[in-house]
Nanobody, 125 residues
Framework: QVQLVESGGGLVQAGGSLRLSCATSGRIFSHNAMGWFRQAPGKEREFVAA????????DYTDSVKGRFTISRDNAKNTVYLQMNSLKPEDTAVYYC??????????????????WGQGTQVTVSS
């Protein structure tokens, strides 16, 4: 089992910044990639960003490119999502997830085996 605990959500004004953290524990070698997803009220869960532990390879959905940065601290088994220039449409519950991938990165939620409990991000206009 892998445990994922998100933190760092909150309320911020448009244009502001937040940094989300996802601390992993348990069978950490059972996964080699991490993803961030978000789900707004009445909408489906959507991919935000992903990263491989080994080399930091990353991928972003178009709507956050240039504003969000995914990174990792291997020593702390923690993944971060730095979110800058936040917009009201970024309001959602943000989830981190872990996967074991043969190649590359995945945007599909079904590829991820472990999920955190989510953290609320609210951006006011």
């Amino acid at each position: 089992q892998v445990q994922l605990v998100e933190s760092g959500g909150g309320l911020v004004q448009a244009g502001g910044s937040l940094r989300l953290s996802c601390a992993t524990s348990g069978r950490i070698f059972s996964h080699n990639a991490m993803g961030w997803f978000r789900q707004a009220p009445g909408k489906e869960r959507e991919f935000v960003a992903a990263l491989r532990w080994s080399n930091g390879m990353s991928d972003y959905t178009d709507s956050v490119k240039g504003r969000f940065t995914i990174s990792r601290d291997n020593a702390k088994n923690t993944v971060y999502l730095q979110m800058n220039s936040l917009k009201p449409e970024d309001t959602a519950v943000y989830y981190c997830a872990a996967a074991f991938l043969r190649l590359g990165l995945e945007r599909a939620a079904a590829a991820y085996n472990y999920w955190g409990q989510g953290t609320q991000v609210t951006v006011s206009s």
